[in-house]
């Protein structure tokens, strides 16, 4: 049997014309926003609820869930698209962004009519150039349309929408590091509670979905929650993009139901390993989901509840597939010092925690390790989970927990011979290198 993709919200992303509006309305762009302003919003959050959409950020919540959380005032409410793809491995935004960017506005329109906001900001990573600016030029062109502005359709509904460009920082991805920054403050999270729903942007009430969530709307306007229910598992519904990278003959986006096999992912839509090589490990959620063995990862399907139970995450749907080339160690490390790096030394566990968890990798790495290094490792990790403001400090302490614990021959033969089990060498470039001597 031959494995195919299921191409939902991505059906015309093949099409250049898809790009700009003429093209996208040709394909049935912005019915539903015609359809959504004629129903009553409560309407649009029940139908979203019904529909099972969870976040595609990362978080997996109920999307019609929380856009319940908001109060029922008349107070000014904010809706933000977080468009700051920073997980490692994740390009499946973007692509929206850039093949698809009338998908994401009407997406928005209708959501913020559901919630009745007057004003959203795409906050987008600095980096995309291309996606901000085919993000703009569909914003302009839905203005020109009569689809944003004042009165929209003759609704009596106004909205505006902007592009805010982001400072290029990883935790900015986090909901309330990103408010903070919209606010030009330094990108730090907030404690939680208050949620953002409640006092979120200018401490207004403010939802916060990702660019795939916000995408899907559309989709259950135009076929309605039980036709997107039909996709995926029960707890898992509708389809989902996939960033599939590292060692697989094909990389790419992919879209495919909630629930569908991981074998199937990297050997029939990847076209499996480079010849010669064999599987090893898989991410399967972005960098800070917990590894899968080659053996795990045949077992495994792309939905919530089988990758929790399997001790691990479906995250932003980021799969990294790493074959017998690799070496473990030098994988953590390269991982150590990306979290390194983005934490905010906001909170001490972190700040402290991701600097040492850098330091014993690459000693390790550098051939200087010692057999207590390896433990180490673990210890600080376990001191660093659970104990901060957001989840960066966990993001990094679940890699190092699980390519330590599944993979511990390497770590130990790289301590015991001051070389790689694979690559046979050491890495000579480490900035910790004479951390022990």
């Known amino acids: 049997m031959s494995v195919t993709e299921t191409k ?79 997980e490692p491995g994740t390009f499946k935004d973007r692509m929206i962004m850039e093949k698809a960017p009338h998908q994401l506005v009407e997406g928005m329109i209708i959501s913020a009519f559901a919630i009745n906001s007057k004003k959203s900001y795409i906050y987008v990573r600095g980096e995309y150039d291309s996606s901000i600016y085919a993000l703009e030029a569909a914003i302009q062109e839905a203005y020109k349309a009569g689809y944003l502005g004042k009165n929209i359709l003759g609704s009596g509904f106004d909205h505006d929408m902007d592009v805010y460009r982001g400072a290029g920082a990883y935790i900015c991805g986090e909901e309330t590091g990103m408010i903070s920054s919209l606010e030009g ?179 390790i790495l550098s051939g200087k390790g010692r057999m207590q290094d390896i433990d180490l490792l673990i210890k600080v990790a376990d001191n660093m989970k659970g104990k901060t403001i957001c989840a960066l400090s966990d993001a990094a302490a679940l890699p190092v927990l699980s390519f330590v614990t599944k993979f511990r021959d390497e770590f130990e033969y790289f301590v015991r011979e001051g070389k790689s089990k694979v690559k046979g060498t050491a890495y000579k470039g480490s900035p910790y290198a004479e951390m022990h001597h």
Not at 29 to 52: F, N, R, T, W
Not at 62 to 72: A, D, N, R
Not at 208 to 221: D, H, M, S, Y
Request: aromatic share 8%; proline share 6%; with cysteine.
């Open 8 to 86: 939902y919200l991505s059906e015309f992303y093949h099409l250049p014309e898809f790009k700009g509006i003429d093209g996208y309305q040709k394909h049935g762009g912005y019915v539903e926003l015609k359809k959504a302003l004629k129903m009553q919003p409560q309407q649009i959050i029940d139908e979203v609820k019904a529909s099972g959409l969870r976040g595609r950020g990362g978080a997996g919540f109920s999307t019609g869930m929380k856009w319940g959380f908001l109060p029922k005032n008349n107070e000014p409410r904010f809706l933000l698209c977080n468009a700051d793809e920073g």
């Open 185 to 363: 403050l330094k990108g730090q999270p907030k404690l939680k509670p208050p949620f953002p729903a409640v006092q979120g942007y200018l401490r207004k009430p403010t939802i916060v979905n990702n660019v795939e969530t916000l995408a899907a709307v559309k989709f259950i306007i135009r076929d309605g929650a039980a036709a997107y229910r039909k996709y995926g598992t029960e707890k898992s519904a509708g389809t989902k993009l996939f960033s599939l990278s590292g060692n697989v003959t094909k990389p790419g986006n992919y879209e495919v139901p909630l629930a569908f096999p991981l074998k199937d992912m990297i050997y029939g839509l990847g076209g499996g390993m480079k010849p010669g090589r064999k599987l090893k490990a898989v991410i399967p959620g972005g960098s800070s989901a917990p590894v899968l063995t080659a053996s795990e990862a045949e077992k495994a399907t792309l939905d919530y509840e089988n990758l929790a139970q399997m001790g691990t995450m479906l995250g932003s749907g980021a799969i990294i597939v790493i074959d017998d080339s690799q070496c473990m160690v030098e994988c953590l490390a390269n991982l150590t010092h990306f979290y390194h790096h983005e934490s905010c030394g906001q909170c001490t566990p972190c700040r402290e925690g991701t600097g040492w968890l850098d330091k014993i990798a690459h000693s």
